[in-house]
């Protein structure tokens, strides 16, 4: 039985949570895995706070280095969230040759390469599968189970809270503030939903999630982004009409050596398996040139989803000493294209009178733009809503045209832009 | 560079699919893999016939034995299907020291233990992803990503013929007949489609991705079977008005020390993200203590999404050699339920004449099954057909009473019992 002597840096609800699985399920690990896994010393904010699991004498501590310089301890995971301190606490432990085994999308996202150098120097491991879509065994499947394909594409929904506000909107009819509030109170949302609706936590994501698929260091800086706060309960309702659910995707794509990322708010046809994912359940769509479509559907989030992530690391860890399998990149140059291709839906008010369709329909021909469908709405009173499903186009040319539509007289407003992917 | 001797054991369409990613895709798996490939040897039946693909001089051959007793061979990938001679083969390559890849569900189901004995002996590895769900990967997944979980349940579809029949009955109203016939001209079907449409096909799988899961050798003697031939395009349309879809589920749940293991049509609710699976693509639903719901999804077969498995598995193989993961059996004693409980949908023809639901109700009371909804169609003719959902009940209850009406003159002829899931 091979020992492990463990320290957990966090004790909040996701560190609790790998403490009771490995409290609950450590005969099975025992037993099936061969580990006896110890964990030796959790690093906390305040020792003296009352807890909810009983913790043995002497292993809470305030100071991180009686764990980092401890060279007794194997193994270090990590739930602290956050840049700072985390991962300067990470770096010194790999440094120190203890293996990482972390949730921590923002620190993955913002020092992989300081982080994968520091284990490959001292030949530490570097585990992360928690940081993305929580139980669901998304890195290790690409890094381990598609190697022999060139991925292609991704779209996921790997944000819980925004699925959750869009699920409710769509199911209900309410609004996006109505539904936040209301996801607040159920703990749902964040006090400060910000990172969340402004998809912040899914480029962190995206960006871990790209840069392994891809082989190539996808910054968040490269991807674009934005949030769901503008989408309304018409927006949904018309998607709805038109054969669409709106979700919040994260989008990356390679065509040679030129990739697309982003983030944002996104038409997709009902009959895409990624359409049905509601409430705060995450899934990754994936598509590689041998394989073809694959998805993976789970909780993408909450203390025992993304601990049963870590444990896995943690025993992934364990069993690997010695023979860590890093994530070569690969060294071709690639560009980060801003202009990509989509279809896109937009909304409008303009004025209800003759010649106006001609002139917007002229607009979009004029930026190279060709429209799919059309429809109006609420006809009758002083302004008529227009709702437009363009054909493929660049992402820029949409902009001008929107530009160009902004300044004619016979627009009242352009009130929303929601990209359409397949 | 590691440079690796492969020899192939078949070049049917798998075979020629796993030749060719090494071709096509295999100067990425040198660069970021660090491994060189090289396909030395390929057993066939008939080294004259004519190739698609392009094969070096003396590749080719019909000895067996010049590849399992040639030391120079690191590695042997198998896709001949069949027990005989593929077991003997395998077992050969693995007691000589020669890892195995294979996706040969029939020989895994029937001779995991000896197999996995040799491979202990001898030290090589034994990898089998692509013998369940192709390129989806679901056994390393269970093996490698849910370590810290107990699994307590899995249903999939992982027939792709019989998921694609369904489909076609589900969307166009066809009877079953007809569908076959249709997909076996298309190549969805097997000439002779036994092994599919009876579920055997489904129950070699179940086999394997249960003992995985449960760590209990589950074999397919253990597996209740029953195929899609008796689905009629009326039991789908009732099933819809009912808020269902009839898929061919595996289903296996383990609690505490009992199992259950099963291959047969299923209600599923249109809600569950199993309903929504079309054609032949498969799916597995799996649920463990710690993780929750997870969902994988993805081509279940054809040859170049089981290559991307094969490839994944050969790759994996090279990188272990020397520390070959094996998967542990638990060693309490486990037993198999073939009581297991349920809700049913059972359709009949029933006498149209006062007092006979009463009579059927009566009979379903006597056995404990209680019923959640009743639906007569076809009023006004002579018979009349009664649709009836249960409550749960057990198995050999529901069957019990069904005997006990095919003998009262009120019932002309109980039509269908399919059993329910949620």
């Not at 037993?31 to 030796?40: A, H, W």
């Not at 010695?322 to 801003?338: E, F, P």
């Amino acid at each position: 039985m091979k020992k492990i002597r463990l320290a957990l840096l966090g004790l909040g609800t996701i560190g609790s949570g790998v403490l009771k699985v490995l409290t609950e399920n450590g005969g099975m690990i025992r037993k099936r895995e061969g580990l006896d896994i110890e964990v030796v010393r959790i690093l906390v904010r305040d020792t003296s706070k009352k807890r909810s699991l009983p913790v043995a004498p002497g292993v809470l501590t305030c100071d991180a280095d009686s764990i980092l310089n401890d060279p007794d301890i194997d193994l270090v995971a990590e739930f602290m969230g956050g840049e700072a301190p985390a991962f300067e606490y990470l770096q010194k432990a790999l440094r120190s040759g203890k293996s990482v085994v972390t949730a921590n999308k923002e620190v993955i996202a913002k020092h992989w390469d300081e982080l994968e150098e520091a284990a490959k120097q001292s030949g530490a491991g570097l585990y992360f599968e928690a940081s993305v879509a929580g139980g669901i065994p998304i890195i290790k499947s690409i890094r381990r189970s598609l190697q022999g394909n060139h991925i292609q594409k991704l779209m996921g929904i790997i944000n819980g809270t925004t699925n959750y506000i869009l699920t409710r909107m769509s199911e209900e009819g309410k609004g996006f503030q109505e539904v936040l509030a209301d996801a607040k109170r159920l703990g749902y949302a964040e006090p400060d939903p910000t990172a969340d609706v402004e998809g912040y936590d899914a480029r962190f994501k995206l960006s871990i999630l790209s840069t392994i698929s891809f082989r190539n260091r996808i910054r968040t800086e490269d991807i674009y982004c934005e949030g769901i706060t503008g989408i309304t309960a018409d927006d949904i309702e018309y998607a709805k009409q038109l054969g669409y659910a709106i979700k919040l995707l994260a989008i990356a794509k390679k065509q040679g050596n030129v990739i697309e990322a982003r983030v944002h708010p996104t038409f997709i046809p009902l009959s895409h398996p990624l359409a049905a994912v509601r409430d705060a359940y995450n899934a990754i769509y994936i598509e590689g040139d041998i394989v073809g479509n694959l998805m993976f559907y789970g909780k993408g989030a909450g203390d025992y989803p993304t601990a049963s992530a870590l444990v896995s690391d943690i025993i992934t860890a364990c069993q690997n000493e010695g023979s860590h399998h890093r994530t070569k990149l690969d060294d071709d140059a690639v560009m980060i294209n801003k202009d990509w291709r989509d279809e896109y839906y937009v909304r409008m008010s303009v004025k209800d009178q003759p010649g106006v369709l001609a002139e917007i329909a002229g607009i979009f021909g004029q930026h190279g733009v060709s429209i799919e469908s059309m429809i109006q709405k609420n006809r009758g009173v002083d302004n008529a809503t227009l709702i437009f499903i363009t054909h493929e186009a660049n992402e820029k040319a949409i902009m001008r045209a929107i530009e160009e539509m902004k300044g004619s007289p016979s627009v009242s407003s352009v009130d929303n832009i929601i990209r359409v992917e397949r």
